[in-house]
């Protein structure tokens, strides 16, 4: 490994001029690359390449983006292989340039001025770079094929399904339409479409976002494509969908011998569905490797502290997460050398002066101080327990909060039906449940942003539901919220001071804006922001510095109960880490009660004592976190736990079976007695009767269901 | 799909009830005495009798809402009233003016169609080349061009180049259908200019805009044709807020219609209706206003249904 | 081939791409057209404002003595039937369509804003009666709306200007206006902030005046322009029919109406000159509102 340092120039600077050597040179360390690959992957599991030579190999990929004064490096130089049968991740935040590679390898970037992107590609040893764009077309479709990110806007809603799936087809492989269409409707039933034929009629939006993808994946496949590209596959899903659609694709990745490139932010899913792993960083490859080498003894700082980052749902408690300080870089203005060492503790003088490069085929690092660490997220430090918070008091108590949104012709749509939970004071509840459980509405209805139907939340002998309006706004005080998306929750025409000293001023908590002025400088100290932040607009943050935005907003108001909505699902795994620590320091230092709404699974772990398990309008368990996280009951709970891909599945834990079937029931008509026993492996005629009443299994332990 | 356009059909009662409402109030009840401004207009100086005695034959000297309710009860069974002016009811007067300003609305609308869609997809297909800034400027010159002036630089035109002016008279569809053409292409061209400029720029814009869906994108990865795609996925698309726009922009195509019969002094409702203001025919105002309304109204509708049958999307709303 | 197809480029990156520093310079630079024509609203502006200083003639004294002139070192633009200088009448002429067409806008404008917040803030019934309301409106094509009223009304001076007129022109922007700025509020309610304002306990009229109203401001000043050219057509096809300004004021669309076609037929400079300042300024108004809508709104990629 150090001798390949040696052979990286010492000073790569990016420009054009010089990618012809470049390319030379990376082409000799392929050639390593590809045999040492092989080695790895023949021990590495039973999948191994059909074919030596890989179908797809891509060779440094620039990408820039030129405007009249800049030039953005997208995409700086990265190399890969992809075998038949194998799936290779290309993992990294957002902006890291993993989306846009997969744009240039596919050729689909516009190629006029203002996008460049040079280098090689090869399918089957054939480098389609050079080729004139109507050949490339002929080749899109039906020997690489892609899947997006949005299947809700990739789709033509004009169109049927069927024929989106069918056109492919009759364009490279000379089909009749009568073949076209039986092959569509096997396409169907392979991608897990019950009732093909007839679902090929329907139109895009006619199917559920999960369905919207299983078709996608049918088109990809129409043409018996060699290579697939998938673009964030399931980052628009839902957990327990995700978990199915990423089983299919690894089924037909294994039966058929295609190669699929994997494009996504999420580890876990590397772990559980891929075989090697490409860490990208700035447009960089920084670490490569099976799965098992990246994820169990990375070795690259980046890397590390990525995967320190990272939540887990096997961690028993609360310690810090080990975050990653700062911002990923402006691709207008890199650093030179290593592009992590700005963030980097381990940085020294080297590091600025080249980026290291990547080697070695089974296992490589761009890095002049690799850390060594066997699994870094088994070194717990600190420990504190929390579980204990269970005997103090209660917050917040809900009982029978219910909610139903009336759409007009009759229909209603029972959001929360009967929901009951307590806040314990000082500690946090978190509700996590799927899109469309009702779990935005509960912070809703708390916050009297809409009325609820009935119920009741007593918080401090204050009814939250039934306030006046003069109470309300006393109770606005001491109850604060912060938002999901942090793009939408300041107000952008206003400055950060603005925005933090409007409430303290027309609530009197400041008498003059000078004190506001103090006060303000303080909030942001509060939440790590420096106080020159004040004087700039929203758009002049990034996501992470406008949630601690919204979150020193909520604290202006010396609240002692703040509801977090979503508050990290927008942000990137780094950025993430950095502000659920704020949110756990905060916790202790000012005693709040958090009532935390997610969807994460590992970040509910992370941040609560206490958690509900929704689905449907209605709460299928509670518990303490190790109660539910340890020993679930609920076969819903027990579910979304196997569908969460967890960095400790590498290898293991794939194929093992689809956790959950089917999708959620449409809200307007759910199912009678137990809501979920349309997908419940349990369910038996009489879930269908009987809404099941919580069964308690210790004081905090409650599961509503019949068959537990 | 039938059920949707009964539905649709149904809403648009209310609506235009809502307008016979407001222009009954609107014609009644403003400041102004309508018999008086009638009789000056046949000239002489009107006594008060007389004006009285005129206004009990016209039956204005009941109450208003009597009125309101005549009025209405009339629309139901499409009877506007009698005009004040000629004593024939004004269904008929408006029966006579109407078929040559729908020839032209209709010619108008044709030839910005047959225009617009074809220039405007061309224009954001290749947006920013020179073809696209043809387009554009023809495009600029249809909206800034007020219509009856430029209708009047085109009838000059004919006239000092080729010494020909419109014929006149009244020419019918069946039996002399050239004639009417001749009659009736400059106006259709003065007014369907603008109209047609209108929506190629949004057919332009939108076909830009579609052109960056993820759902275009995937059609790329799928490696049609660009043919293919421009025609199976981005016009379709791109049709439907144009056709929106069709329907919106139409009361301006309406209103150009009232100026241009002026310039070209085709006898259609727009003629009638400046005649009836000048002698304050109230019952011809108001026959005229509702006749327009429901054009619009009934041009929007098929809007609507065209785009539905477009729009897979909406036949379950 | 050229590839038509731009494709989408993540626009995190593109957001990158760092902004020009001088707002005028990347306004002229980006929106040619859009410069263009502010310098000609600028430069009309001016010219009808200073009228009494630029114009050679009288724009109402008749000369029969010089009665249809043809364009001259001495009647610029030639003359009409009485004699009247039409470079002195254009320009005065232009003072009562700017005058109307900016006072119009202004007012259907800011009342149709005011109504369409209002309308989405507080939803509920009063949404429902304005949205119907403004539905009825919408639903008479826009110059009868106008003819309608300026008919019934008559006239009613003041200032030098005929308010009736004015309202008539306004009255059918309103529903237009409403339902943009409506759109656009009811959007912004799904905006958390707005949310966060009222969780953060501030009044109605706090959240409607200081969080809501200045993020419509841009959308208001788009339609603001747009709707300048469209009641200036407005009131120069009204004219034009006799019911909108009267002789002897000088407005464009009056120097067209009459016989002015016939006498054209002779003499073109009469409708000619008229006619192009209508279409200049209506230009100019549209292409500025156009810049305006492209440079607030960064997803209409219409010149892009």
């Known amino acids: 490994m150090q001798a390949l340092w040696t052979t990286a120039e010492t000073a790569t600077r990016d420009s054009i001029a010089k990618f012809p050597a470049e390319s030379r040179k990376s082409a000799r360390v392929s050639d390593v690359m590809v045999s040492a690959a092989k080695a790895v992957l023949a021990d590495d599991s039973g999948t191994a390449p059909a074919a030596v030579a890989p179908l797809l190999s891509v060779r440094d990929l620039h990408v820039q983006f030129v405007s009249q004064d800049a030039l953005l490096n997208a995409v700086r130089g990265i190399s890969y292989d992809v075998h038949a049968g194998e799936v290779v991740a290309l993992v990294g935040e957002s902006g890291c340039g993993k989306s846009v590679s997969s744009l240039a390898v596919m050729r689909l970037l516009p190629g006029d001025g203002a996008t460049r992107f040079t280098g090689a590609a090869e399918l089957n040893g054939k480098d389609y770079f050079a080729l004139p764009e109507e050949a490339m077309r002929r080749l899109r479709g039906r020997d690489i094929a892609m899947i997006f990110q949005e299947p809700m806007t990739s789709l033509n809603p004009l169109l049927t399904i069927g024929r989106q799936i069918i056109e492919p087809m009759l364009e490279h492989l000379d089909m009749t339409m009568k073949d076209a269409e039986r092959r569509a409707v096997e396409l169907l039933t392979k991608v897990g479409v019950t009732d093909p034929e007839r679902r090929m009629h329907q139109y895009p939006h006619e199917f559920s976002g999960g369905m919207r993808q299983r078709a996608m994946i049918a088109i990809a496949l129409a043409c018996n494509p060699k290579v697939i590209i998938a673009d964030e596959p399931t980052t628009a899903l839902d957990v327990t969908i995700q978990a199915q659609i990423l089983e299919l694709l690894r089924g037909l990745v294994d039966e058929l011998g295609v190669g699929l490139v994997l494009i996504t932010h999420n580890l876990g899913l590397v772990a559980r569905y891929a075989d090697r792993v490409h860490v990208m960083y700035a447009g960089r490859i920084v670490e490569s490797g099976s799965s098992a080498q990246v994820l169990e003894q990375p070795r690259h700082r980046y890397t590390i502290g990525l995967l320190g980052a990272v939540p887990h749902l096997d961690q028993p408690r609360q310690e810090r997460l080990k975050n990653i300080p700062g911002q990923p870089p402006s691709l207008r203005c890199l650093p030179s050398g290593c592009a992590f060492r700005l963030r980097c503790e381990a940085a020294t003088k080297v590091c600025a002066a080249s980026p290291g490069r990547a080697g070695d085929g089974g296992h490589s690092f761009a890095c002049f101080h690799p850390g060594d660490l066997r699994r870094p997220i088994d070194n717990p430090t600190g420990t504190e327990t929390r579980g204990g918070k269970a005997d103090t008091g209660i917050a917040l108590r809900v009982r029978g909060l219910s909610k139903d949104f009336h759409l007009g012709k009759g229909a209603t749509v029972r959001a929360l039906q009967a929901i009951d939970f307590d806040v314990p004071e000082g500690g946090t509840l978190g509700l996590v449940g799927e899109s469309g459980c009702g779990k935005t509405t509960v912070a809703r209805t708390l916050l009297r942003l809409e009325e609820a139907t009935a119920g009741s939340a007593d918080y401090l002998g204050h009814d939250m539901l039934s306030a006046t309006k003069a109470e309300v706004t006393q109770l606005r005080q001491q109850v604060q919220v912060v938002y999901q998306d942090p793009h939408t929750s300041l107000n952008p025409r206003h400055r950060i001071g603005h925005a933090l000293a409007e409430p303290l001023l027309v609530h009197g908590l400041c008498k003059s804006k000078a004190e506001a002025a103090g006060r303000v400088e303080e909030l942001l100290g509060l939440v790590g922001l420096p106080a020159d932040m004040a004087t700039r607009y929203p758009h002049q943050m990034s996501g992470g510095q406008r949630q601690r935005v919204g979150i020193a907003r909520a604290l202006g108001m010396n609240p002692k109960f703040i509801i977090l909505d979503e508050p990290v699902s927008a942000l990137d795994v780094s950025i993430q880490a950095q502000v659920m620590n704020l949110l756990a320091d905060l916790q202790s230092q000012l005693g709040l009660s958090y009532l935390l709404i997610a969807h994460d699974l590992a970040v509910i772990r992370h941040i609560s004592d206490r958690v509900a398990v929704m689905y449907l309008g209605r709460i299928v368990e509670t518990g303490t976190a190790s109660e539910l996280f340890e020993a679930p009951r609920h076969p819903y709970t027990q579910a979304l736990l196997a569908s969460v891909p967890a960095l400790a599945d590498v290898g293991r834990a794939r194929r093992q079976g689809i956790a959950v079937k089917g999708e959620l029931p449409s809200p307007l008509d759910p199912p009678s007695g137990c809501v979920f026993r349309t997908r419940c492996p349990l369910a038996s005629a009489e879930c269908a009767r009987v809404v099941p009443a919580p069964v308690a299994f210790s004081e905090t332990h409650h599961v509503a269901c019949i068959k537990v | 799909m039938i059920r949707y356009v009964i539905s649709r059909l149904l809403l648009s009662i209310p609506t235009l009830l809502g307008v016979a409402t407001l222009i009954f109030f609107m014609l009644n009840v403003l400041p102004g005495d309508a018999v008086e401004t009638m009789l000056r207009a046949e000239g002489g100086n009107p006594t008060p009798e007389l004006v009285a005695s005129e206004r009990a034959r016209l039956g204005l000297d009941r109450p208003i809402l009597v009125q309101y309710g005549d009025f209405l009860s009339g629309l139901a069974t499409f009877d506007l009233g009698t005009s004040s002016w000629t004593g024939k009811p004004v269904v008929e007067e408006i029966a006579l003016r109407l078929p040559v300003t729908l020839q032209v609305a209709v010619l108008a609308m044709l030839l910005a169609l047959a225009i617009a869609i074809p220039l405007g997809t061309i224009a954001g297909v290749y947006h920013e080349t020179w073809i696209d800034y043809a387009i554009r400027s023809f495009a600029i010159g249809g909206i800034a061009l007020p219509s009856f002036w430029f209708g009047m630089l085109i009838a000059l035109v004919m006239l000092w180049y080729f010494n020909w002016l419109p014929p006149l008279g009244s020419p019918s569809l069946f039996d002399d259908p050239l004639r009417l053409l001749q009659q009736l292409a400059l106006p259709a061209i003065a007014i369907g200019y603008r109209y047609a400029a209108i929506l190629i720029r949004m057919m332009r814009s939108s076909v830009i805009e579609v052109m960056h869906e993820d759902f275009v994108r995937t059609a790329r990865a799928k490696g049609l044709r660009a043919g293919h795609i421009i025609r199976r996925h981005v016009i379709p698309n791109s049709l439907l807020p144009t056709i929106t726009m069709i329907g919106l922009e139409f009361a301006l195509l309406i209103g150009s219609l009232v100026v241009i019969e002026q310039v070209f002094s085709l006898n259609g409702i727009g003629r009638l209706f400046l005649d009836a203001v000048s002698r304050s025919d109230l019952a011809i105002i108001q026959g005229i206003v509702m006749v327009l309304t429901v054009i619009f109204v009934v041009v929007n509708l098929l809007v609507d249904f065209a785009y539905a049958a477009i729009d897979p999307r909406i036949k379950l709303a | ?304």
């Not at chain 3, 009309?44 to 630029?54: C, N, Q, W």
């Not at chain 3, 009409?80 to 005065?92: H, K």
Request: aromatic share 10%; glycine share 8%; net charge neutral.
């Open chain 3, 1 to 304: 081939m050229r590839n038509v197809f731009s494709a989408p480029v993540s626009t995190e990156l593109l957001s990158e791409l760092p902004r020009r520093r001088s707002a005028v310079l990347r306004f002229a630079m980006d929106e040619p057209l859009g410069a263009l024509g502010l310098v000609v609203i600028v430069a009309s502006v001016l010219l009808t404002l200073f009228a009494p200083l630029i114009a050679p003639y009288d724009p109402l004294a008749n000369d029969y003595g010089a009665a249809v002139q043809a364009p001259s070192a001495l009647h610029w633009l030639g003359t009409d039937s009485f004699g009247r200088d039409i470079f002195s009448r254009v320009l005065y002429g232009g003072r009562t369509a700017l005058l109307i067409g900016v006072t119009a806008s202004f007012i259907g404008c800011t009342i149709g804003a005011l109504l369409g917040i209002g309308s989405a803030y507080f939803g509920g019934w009063m949404d429902l009666i304005l949205e119907r309301f403004m539905e009825i409106l919408l639903a008479i094509p826009i110059t009868v709306l106008a003819l309608v009223l300026v008919s019934t009304l008559g006239r009613d001076m003041m200032l030098g200007i005929d308010v009736n007129l004015v309202f008539a022109i306004a009255l059918p922007i309103i529903p237009k206006m409403a339902r943009v700025a409506r759109s656009q509020a009811l959007s912004m309610r799904r905006m958390s902030y707005v949310d966060a304002a009222r969780t953060l306990g501030f009044g109605h009229f706090r959240i409607i005046a200081l969080h809501m109203a200045p993020n419509i401001f841009g959308p208001y000043i788009v339609m603001l322009t747009a709707f300048v050219s469209q009641a200036i057509l407005i009131e120069a096809s009204l004219s034009y029919l006799g019911l909108g300004v009267v002789e002897p004021t000088p407005s464009w669309g009056l120097m067209l109406a009459g016989n002015a076609f016939n006498t054209a037929m002779t003499a073109p400079w009469i409708v000619i000159f008229p006619g192009l300042a209508i279409a200049i300024v209506i230009f100019a108004f549209s292409m500025f509102g156009d810049a305006l809508r492209d440079l607030l709104d960064p997803k209409s990629n219409r010149d892009r």
